[in-house]
């Protein structure tokens, strides 16, 4: 995805933040996302519908999702996320961000620090594997990085308290 070029808005903290904020409104869990050209390819497991249990019910019916989401598919998720945000700050009731809008978020926040060529992750249980594309001395390479939960809670509250919450 050519994620650095077009508008200022457009890197991986605002484009991996409306992407969490779509996987915690399809109640994914145990995600993969893989950078293309065009987009992500994404993948998670799900409730299967009409399932009674929550999701951490080992009884639970779950099953695998993947779907493409394109440049276009992101500009619009990024467009209504700033809806939200401004909804949030406005007189309406605030809706509440997930854990996907706010670990992609600070994520991209690191992802941007970096400067990538693409990435690729998967989460499980609050747990991150990040790989990135780098441009390096040697050429291009792959950069692997791990982030524990107690990581990503870390910087999570780092980021709110950032933004004054």
């Known amino acids: 995805m050519r994620i650095y070029e077009g508008a200022p808005r457009q890197n991986y903290s605002e484009v991996l933040r409306s992407i969490g904020a779509v996987l915690d409104q399809r109640g994914l869990r145990e995600i993969t996302l893989n950078e293309t050209d065009d987009g992500f390819i994404v993948q998670g497991l799900a409730l299967m519908p009409d399932e009674e249990r929550p999701w951490n019910d080992p009884a639970a019916q779950l099953r695998k999702e993947t ?25 309406r009731p605030a809706i509440p961000s997930g ?34 594309l780098m441009n390096t001395r040697e050429g291009m390479r792959h950069m692997l990085v791990e982030f524990t939960r107690e990581e990503i809670d870390a910087m999570i509250s780092v980021a709110q308290r950032g933004r004054g919450r």
């Not at 779907?67 to 007189?91: H, K, S, T, Y």
């Open 67 to 91: 779907f493409v989401l394109r440049e276009d598919d992101i500009a619009r998720f990024m467009e209504e996320a700033i809806g939200r945000r401004q909804e949030r700050r406005g007189n």
């Open 99 to 132: 854990f996907y809008e706010l670990a992609l978020r600070v994520l991209g926040a690191y992802v941007d620090q970096q400067g990538p060529r693409d990435v690729f992750f998967f989460e499980q249980a609050g747990q991150f594997v990040v790989r990135l």
